[in-house]
């Protein structure tokens, strides 16, 4: 006598395709969160190797400790339109920033730029990407121009990295802070000299507590912040998400070379465990 095969009815497989969409209901936002904190973990790392680095660039300095706050105008023969706060490292990007074409990280070649000595020695060429500079959240490209008060548009189609050749921006906002109240802007010789100045007085706990590399998310936040007990506020009044899609969480890195993901409050300045701005009486340095 021949056994009958089994099947499944309609009614079963329905049920089947059921629950197997809510299982991928009830996983799936925990494989998003396990991702965004596996990118979070990877981009912290890449911070904490360029802010390593610091120390390096600035032994090779002698006795004027600067950071390269603005490379740009001309350098090596190569000049710009725009100078943006990337070109201390990254590479040399295939592709030119739709808003800003003449940007300086389009126009400098990979090897000249100060930070890529460490980074990645002896790199070369436009096609020449540095892991190091790229972040995997890296999901927009949104730089505010200099002197605008308008929010950037976070919804741009490309990361930074394709159009800036670089995830991660150098703290250029110290220079608006007193005693220069942005009077520097614009000239090299003199920001170098107020960096100098600044990073006489961060040392110890000030170094722990000084962002010197933020993801370029963060940047776009920050390009308005005050001090808490500041008459100004930031244009941008409220927390956004950046990258990892977690209210108002950034990878940072600071001057004594660790690096954090946090909470930070990007209409201030400064805040519980950290500064982007100089220590009081820096000034003095001068």
Not at 8 to 33: C, H, S
Not at 88 to 100: A, F
Not at 106 to 134: D, H, L, V
Not at 170 to 180: C, D, F, G, R, V
């Amino acid at each position: 006598m021949k056994s009958k095969k089994s099947a499944f009815t309609l009614i079963e497989l329905l049920v089947v395709i059921a629950i197997i969409a809510v299982l991928i209901a009830i996983l799936l936002p925990a494989l998003q969160k396990a991702r965004s904190a596996s990118d979070a973990a990877y981009c912290m790392n890449n911070l904490r190797t360029i802010s390593m680095t610091v120390p390096m660039y600035f032994a090779d300095q002698d006795e004027r400790p600067s950071l390269p706050w603005h490379m740009g105008f001309n350098i090596g023969g190569f000049s710009s339109s725009v100078v943006s706060e990337f070109i201390y490292g990254g590479w040399q990007h295939e592709m030119p920033n739709p808003e800003y074409p003449g940007s300086d990280t389009y126009r400098y070649p990979t090897e000249i730029r100060p930070f890529n000595k460490y980074i990645a020695p002896g790199i070369t060429g436009r096609k020449s990407k540095i892991g190091t500079y790229a972040c995997p959240a890296d999901k927009w490209n949104a730089t505010p121009l200099v002197g605008s008060t308008v929010p950037p548009d976070v919804d741009s189609r490309f990361p930074s990295y394709q159009v800036n050749g670089n995830s991660y921006a150098i703290n250029w906002y110290w220079q608006e802070a007193p005693p220069w109240n942005g009077g520097y802007y614009g000239n090299i010789d003199q920001l170098s000299q107020a960096g100098t100045a600044m990073l006489k007085y961060k040392v110890g706990g000030n170094a722990s507590r000084f962002i010197v590399f933020t993801e370029a998310a963060m940047n776009v936040f920050m390009y308005e912040a005050k001090p808490r007990d500041s008459q100004q506020q930031s244009p941008f009044q409220g927390l956004y998400k950046g990258w990892h899609s977690k209210l108002s969480y950034y990878s940072m890195g600071f001057l004594d070379g660790h690096a954090e993901y946090r909470f930070l409050d990007t209409r201030y300045s400064d805040g519980p465990g950290y500064t982007t701005w100089p220590e009081p009486n820096t000034e003095r340095g001068f």
